[in-house]
């Protein structure tokens, strides 16, 4: 759904007349010309749309005037941020000696990219200028969200005083241009997954898919997000479409629902998943979601029919893949090859192409993969670091092969020798307890991962965890309320979205 903002109808102020720089009184002035509030495009059967965001532009404007400097120089055709910048860098706006605090305080991650996603989170959270209300309750907003959160009084400020609202209408034909250049290269992306995977119109049961453009981040970053039923896609300034990437979220919006419905049938393979748990290139959220791994597995093999990929090159990277952990990759691009010649939809073909997995056969030819090593980190990790990763993964290993009581040793020998709020390891500390049948432990182990985690798998599941306790506890409104929580991230990790479901129909361990 569109948000409109109005705009106040005066001349244009000092600082939008031509000036020193003929480069930004050619972005800004031709916004004079502009006369409609926002851009956008609609494409497919209404469910995905391609559009700019108000209230993502105020927040990263506002870290840009705070000291957001990352990507800078880095050119990616027109100079959007360099130009508000400027702009913003020649007024007097009062709350911005507060901006810059909160910046330079709220700083996480190792790369500038992590320390911009917990801004672009907070942004597709927001409702639109100038109250930017969230559009969640604040209690159950993601943790990367809820870490930024305290900006936005200070953003309502920045918003007033810098007034970006007149900004905002004077970048419309850049607005425009930028949709105008993506639309016809993305209506066909879109048209032709369609196609390929033959969905039925109005397949998307009220979900949304979002692509928005936006000016003042790094130039070329994506980043995703999914919350409850929408799918985010954020694309930076870059000379080169996105459009790999916009299908990759695509094809996530059209299967993860898959994942879900056939959940059942999927759980049938679960032992696959020790397999893929012992590669060590495998991220963590495929390690502990089974039907996670096997839709990024099933999107990778449709990229490479919709790609047409010739054979003798497909048959190498599907079994580089499988080598990265994506073990059901080979299957998934062989069972494809009989999708392509019938008649059937994916959503219709999807349950038997699952029941043709043959665990035995399955199975033995994975014994016979080579895993690839664990990726180098982009910076030199330190002997603590690369210690806490491996006690981390072990103890995550003893947990899947029930070994409870190793778990734990492991898990507190982290938070006693390195460290002591490792979200990770008191996740593991409560999920342990839970599973030795020690629910008051769980539950304070859980409510400290919440308290410290910003991983929202995490996150996730604490609050699947803690609904269940208080099912059991006979506190049903306790319980909902922490399914609602966990309702908003869930949507990116099938077998956390069905529990999430499941709680909310009826309390855990009724009948």
Known sequence: MMSSQRTRSRKVSRRFRLGPSPFL????????????????????EGSVVLKTSPQ??????????????????????????????????????????????????????????QNLAQYVSLALLLGPPPDFHFKIARQDLPPDAAGVAGM???LRQFYRQ?????????????????????STPVRRTIALTDAYLRFATGAYLGRTYTIYLDFLGAAHQVQGRIYRDHYYLVIMPSR???????????????????????????????????????????????KNDFSLLLTECLIHAIELRMDRTPPAQAQKEVSRLASQGLILTPYFYKALGEFQNQDASMDVFYPSMIRGINLRQET??????????????????????????RLL??????????????????????????????AHALFGLAVAESSLGKPDLAEKYFKMTLASARDPRLVTWSHIYLGRIADLNGNRKEALAQYRAASVTAAAYPQALRAVQEGLQHPFGSE
């Open 240 to 286: 080169r479409l996105k459009l790999r990437e916009i299908r990759y979220q695509y094809l996530h919006f059209l299967l993860d629902p898959l994942a879900v419905k056939y959940a059942p049938q999927i759980q049938k393979l679960s032992p696959l998943a020790a397999i893929g748990r012992k590669a060590p290139a495998l991220g963590s959220d495929y």
């Open 152 to 154: 936005v009084p200070l």
């Open 393 to 422: 993964d072990r103890g995550d290993n003893d947990i899947y092969d029930g070994q409870y009581q190793q778990a734990l040793t492991v898990f507190t020998q982290v938070l006693k020798q390195i460290d002591a709020k490792s």
């Open 56 to 113: 993502l532009f105020a927040v990263l404007a506002a870290i840009n005037a705070a000291g957001y400097n990352a990507g800078l120089g880095a050119h990616a055709g027109r100079r959007t941020r360099e130009a508000v910048r400027a702009i913003l860098a020649r007024e007097n706006i009062p709350v911005l000696p507060k901006l810059r605090d909160f910046y330079a305080t709220h700083r996480i991650g190792l790369s500038a990219a």
């Open 364 to 389: 033995a030819e994975l014994a016979q993969i080579k895993f690839a090593p664990a990726p180098r980190p982009a910076l030199p990790p330190t002997a603590h670091l690369s210690e806490k990763t």
């Open 162 to 182: 810098a007034d970006l609202a007149d900004l905002w209408a004077r970048l419309q034909p850049h607005r425009r241009e930028a949709i105008a250049r993506y």
């Open 25 to 44: 009184a050619a972005i800004l002035m031709a916004g004079i010309l502009a006369c409609s509030p926002s851009a956008f495009a609609q494409l497919g």
